[in-house]
């Protein structure tokens, strides 16, 4: 990994989707945005219903989104531009790869991950982003007190997350905020329509982490 990618700002009329100039050189992710603030990042943000609405109620943080389906990271920048925001970017690409590579070590203040893929057969388990190897990668790049926000209707990768953040010991369990959780994504609201029940979980790293 060499030097940090040098990026341009965002203004509400450019496209607020990130070219990525190189997949080896990890972004300095403040010089997206106009004002340096802090930084929080959804994983596998859809069609941005959860984070272009975020970013609008909070102007004094900065927002990514992250990807990989084309389709749904261009309805964030048709939103997002749609409602002039300045403080929301949107990464089309994996979202391990991104954490791993391309986000500098302790940049993020939370980690939102809402409705990931469940790959439900016991086969394909091993495909799902939140796995034994996933909190060292949060841990990475989340600032001390940092805070990963997750969702989901799937009762055994609830569970999997449960374990696998509970294995880890520089996270303990937290409330999510009530008028995060009144948030819902676009998919949530698919599931609350069906009488879906889902299921909520935040871990925040330890001072000392
Ligand atoms: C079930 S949808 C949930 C979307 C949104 N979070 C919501 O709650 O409405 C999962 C999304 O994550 C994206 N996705 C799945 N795996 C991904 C990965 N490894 N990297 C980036 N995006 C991913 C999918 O393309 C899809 O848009």
Known sequence: MGDSMH????SAQSSLLVELPSII????????????????VELGCGDASFIAEYARLQPEKNFIGVERLLGRIAKLDRKGRRLGLTNLRGVRIESSYFLEWLLPPRSVSALHIYFPDPWPKKKHRRHRLINERFPALARKVLLPDGIIFLR??????FAQMREVFGADKSFHLVETPKELAE???????????QGIATRHAAYQLKPAA
């Open 7 to 10: 990026t341009k700002p965002a």
């Open 25 to 40: 050189e990890r972004l300095d992710p403040q010089n997206l945005f106009p004002r340096p603030q802090p930084l929080e």
């Open 152 to 157: 989901t209707d799937d009762a055994d990768y």
């Open 183 to 193: 948030l819902t994504t676009d998919f949530e609201r698919d599931f609350n329509a």
